[in-house]
């Protein structure tokens, strides 16, 4: 199971490539416009950090746009994937860049069948967005199981990239669901490190060394 940031954020990337637990990033036009500047610059800067998978999101809906925006995010790094939305000009796109052996992430997927149709136009990343179907009280993972199955039952070559994640409960059902990647906010990411016991148990530890060492030192 790879991890992959959710953010644009420089300073987030760089504290989870310190952890050791991030395998790539993901970006979108919401969480650039977080930190505005340059969206070439960003993606310049987080493929410098990473060599792994650092997605960047078109922003055409035409075929022709997509696929401009695609070859030139392609031609800043050699480890960019370009984002392209679930829809018909975003298959062919998905299908051309194939061709032409640019990796894409087909994004805003709902649907074990969309999911199927990315993987068969060629996208190498499919991204189910979880959270927002259970906004709307539908079931994310349900949507992460049957793609899971799919992809194994027909060994198809695309990965599944569980997006929209809320808390750490999705990182763990996607886990066991058969997600391949989960990309996570970096909030939920520190969510993952932290539980009350754990900090309490190295508090308890740190406060019985320095008794300790204090006994030690007073019996001289
Ligand atoms: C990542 O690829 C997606 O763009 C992102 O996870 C969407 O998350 P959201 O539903 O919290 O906006």
């Known amino acids: 199971m790879k991890l992959f940031l959710d953010t644009a954020d420089i300073d ?5 490539l310190r952890w050791g637990v991030i395998d790539g990033v993901t970006t979108n036009p919401t969480l650039f416009a977080r930190v505005g500047g340059s969206y070439d610059d960003v993606v310049r800067q987080i493929c410098k950090l990473t060599s792994g998978p650092v997605s960047a999101e078109v922003i055409a809906d035409d075929v022709e746009g997509m696929l401009r925006e695609g070859r030139h995010f392609a031609a800043l790094a050699p480890n960019v994937v370009v984002k392209i939305p679930m829809c018909e000009n975003g298959l062919e796109a998905i299908s051309r860049l194939a061709d032409e052996g640019i990796r894409t992430n087909c994004t805003l997927i709902f649907t ?19 959270g927002r179907l259970d906004d709307i009280n539908e079931d994310g993972l349900t949507v992460i199981r049957e793609l ?26 996607a886990a066991l669901a058969g997600a391949h990647i989960a990309t996570v906010p970096f909030k939920v990411l520190r969510q993952m490190i ?14 019985d060394w320095a008794k300790a060492a204090a006994e030690a030192a007073a019996k001289g």
Do not use: M, W, Y
């Open 148 to 173: 899971a199955d799919i992809v194994n039952l027909h060994e198809l070559e695309s990965e599944i990239i569980t997006a929209s994640v809320r808390h750490p409960r999705h990182v763990t059902d």
């Open 112 to 130: 074990a069948n969309q999911g199927l149709l990315a993987a068969k136009a060629g996208a190498a990343l499919l991204s189910p967005f979880i």
């Open 12 to 16: 987030e990337i760089r504290t989870g």
């Open 194 to 207: 932290h539980h009350p016991l754990t900090d309490r148990g190295i508090e308890a530890f740190k406060a």
